[in-house]
């Protein structure tokens, strides 16, 4: 009999759609207080005995966390755990690899990165802060601004998040280089170029967007070698992880003005240190990690959760497979 870890809540928003997916399922609920129950009776941690584990949002916002994790490790004939998150950088997920786990990860949040990207850049582009300094002090001051009609946007990463910017930013009449392994012609991309060839895109880009995950590959790939190719008056957007940007490099590349401004989710240290530079730089937009929470972010998870789980008890290939290789590199 196969067997869900999940987490109460999490299960009681979907439990019909689990049972139609995953007829005789056994569901192994972890409540708030860390306690995990099969059929109404409390189970052990050594006895859980998990196939399956799901680290949706919700988990990860309790205090059961710990107890969670203690059981699915514990799990001798734990077979796959479907992640809620994009990345798969931290820790974690390497444990999980390394026991010979089938890790799937999730893309539910690259609607709400992709508002957040064109929101970001429109701000700059618009001489958002300046605008609302003359609300503020009640002054009438018309200000011109760019348009992203014709601006040339480099997606590094285009992934399901980069592609979902793609699509936004084309809306608005943008030219899209995507920047990816794969360097087959996409259609929401008038170029596909490889990661080496960054520093020759660079000096075309009016918006630089990061949008990959973090690797040995990866780690500072935004360094004062690449700001000092981009273009004066350029944007730079990250919403990748707070390690492919040089925060150092990058704040000496602003105050010389390429780029010109930074929209920054996510840092080397988080949370933000109160004494980073960062917070009140006039050229920087930051935000806490949370470019992808939406409302409607958790349905996205769980509808690919569900897939997923259908696939699975029928034998089929999963969704959004990590590749071994990538999350255990050192």
């Known amino acids: 009999m196969t067997r869900l870890l999940i987490y109460a809540p999490s299960h009681d928003a979907i439990a019909d759609e689990i049972a139609a997916r995953a007829p005789g399922l056994e569901l192994l609920a972890l409540d708030d207080a860390g306690v995990i129950t099969l059929r109404g009776q409390a189970v052990a941690t050594e006895d859980v005995r998990a196939d399956i584990a799901w680290l949706d949002q919700g988990l990860f916002q309790s205090k059961a966390t710990g107890a969670f994790l203690r059981a699915m490790f514990a799990s001798p004939d734990l077979t796959w755990v479907q992640s809620a998150a994009a990345g798969f950088d931290n820790p974690l997920f390497k444990s999980i690899v390394a026991k010979g786990v089938c890790l799937t990860t999730s893309h539910g949040q690259a609607v709400g990165m992709a508002d957040y990207v064109l929101w970001g850049v429109l701000d700059a582009f618009q001489n958002g802060l300046d605008r609302r300094a003359d609300q503020l002090a009640h002054v009438w001051k018309p200000r011109p601004f760019r348009e992203i009609n014709g601006s040339h946007w480099l997606i590094v990463g285009f992934g399901a998040i980069g592609q979902a910017v793609a699509t936004r930013a084309r809306g608005f009449g943008a030219v899209i280089t995507g920047v990816r392994r794969d360097q087959s012609p996409h259609p929401l991309a008038d170029r596909i170029a490889a990661q080496a060839d960054l520093s020759a895109l660079a000096p075309e880009a009016d918006v630089v967007v990061l949008s990959l995950p973090l690797s040995v590959t990866t780690r500072h790939l935004a360094d004062a070698a690449f700001f000092a190719a981009m273009k004066p008056g350029s944007v730079l957007v990250n919403v990748g992880r707070g ?88």
């Open 243 to 330: 390690g492919l940007v040089d925060e150092t490099a990058l704040l000496a590349a602003l105050d010389a003005g390429a780029p010109a401004h930074a929209v920054l989710d996510v840092f080397e240290t988080e949370p933000l240190p109160a004494d980073s530079p960062l917070w009140d730089h006039p050229r920087v937009r930051q935000t806490p990690h949370s470019s992808g929470m939406t409302g409607a972010q958790n349905g996205r998870n769980a509808a690919l959760f569900l897939d997923n789980l259908g696939r699975f008890v029928a034998g089929q290939t999963l969704l959004n497979l990590a590749d071994p290789k990538d999350v255990l590199a050192e």
